[in-house]
């Protein structure tokens, strides 16, 4: 069983930038792939970026060029810059993990990922 912890959430205002960060513990072994996720009020989870073990990424549209995600090197920690941020950001985020190779694509493809954190609120504001 493992837990995944984040923060670095907070207010700011728009322009700035904050780095959110996911530390995995309670498992011997390193997630495959990771990701960050946002939910905005009355709205399902959406991915935001993604990496996996090999460090192959994705980003959604909204973020290319301001979000750059990133994991250290034991690949088990996550972390998300975020940059010139903007009030469309405001959202919580989570944190994400899939430990087994083959099922990355699909939790990738359906946002059913095995782990999660308990989310780091970020509020943007004009």
């Known amino acids: 069983q493992a837990d995944l912890v984040e923060a670095g959430g907070g207010s700011v205002q728009s322009g700035g930038s904050l780095r959110l960060s996911c530390a995995t513990s309670?498992?011997?072994?390193?997630?495959?792939?990771m990701a960050w996720f946002r939910q905005f009020p009355g709205k399902v989870r959406e991915l935001v970026a993604s990496?996996?073990?090999?460090?192959?990424?994705t980003y959604t549209d909204s973020v290319k060029g301001r979000f750059t995600i990133s994991r250290d090197n034991g690949k088990r920690n996550l972390y998300l810059q975020m940059n010139n941020l903007k009030p469309d950001d405001t959202a919580m985020y989570y944190c994400?993990?899939?430990?087994?190779?083959?099922?990355?694509?699909?939790?990738?493809?359906?946002?059913?990922?095995?782990?999660w954190g308990q989310g780091t609120q970020v509020t943007v504001s004009s």
């Open positions: 994400a993990a899939e430990f087994v190779r083959s099922y990355c694509s699909g939790s990738l493809r359906n946002g059913n990922f095995g782990y």
């Open positions: 309670g498992s011997a072994y390193t997630p495959y792939c």
């Open positions: 990496m996996d073990y090999d460090g192959r990424t």
